[in-house]
């Protein structure tokens, strides 16, 4: 006796689904896949729009985080490059410190690094 599926019965692909407690939503990622083509980038995607809209990110997505020490001046960032990039330049262009918030350890970013 056995379960397997023929090959040709096998299930389509699941798109993947995000949740978010502070929503106390979940989502399909269906539009993302369809609408936007995302891709392997779907999930990135989504959580730039969640962001972008409710000021946070969904379950499970930690954000590089670029925070100025010295003026207002924040980003956040799915990946650590653009976070590291936005605090090269503002620190160029300002001669501010920014710190560097990431799943590694903390780094800091001043004017002296960028010269
Ligand atoms: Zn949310
Ligand atoms: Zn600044």
Not at 83 to 103: K, M, P, S, V
Request: net charge negative; hydrophobic share 25%; glycine share 4%.
């Amino acid at each position: 006796m056995t379960n397997d599926l023929p090959d040709d019965e096998r299930p389509p692909p699941n798109p993947p689904t995000l949740s978010c407690t502070q929503c106390n939503r979940t989502w399909t990622l269906a539009y993302e896949l369809d609408e936007l083509h995302a891709g392997n980038s779907a999930v990135e995607q989504f959580a730039m729009d969640h962001q972008r809209h409710t000021g946070h990110f969904p379950d499970g997505v930690t954000p590089f985080i670029a925070d100025c020490t010295q003026c207002p001046a924040t980003e956040q960032y799915l990946t650590h490059r653009p976070a590291e990039r936005f605090a090269e330049t503002h620190a160029r262009h300002t001669g501010h410190t920014i710190t560097l918030f990431g799943t590694e350890k903390q780094t800091t970013i001043s004017a002296s690094d960028v010269r």
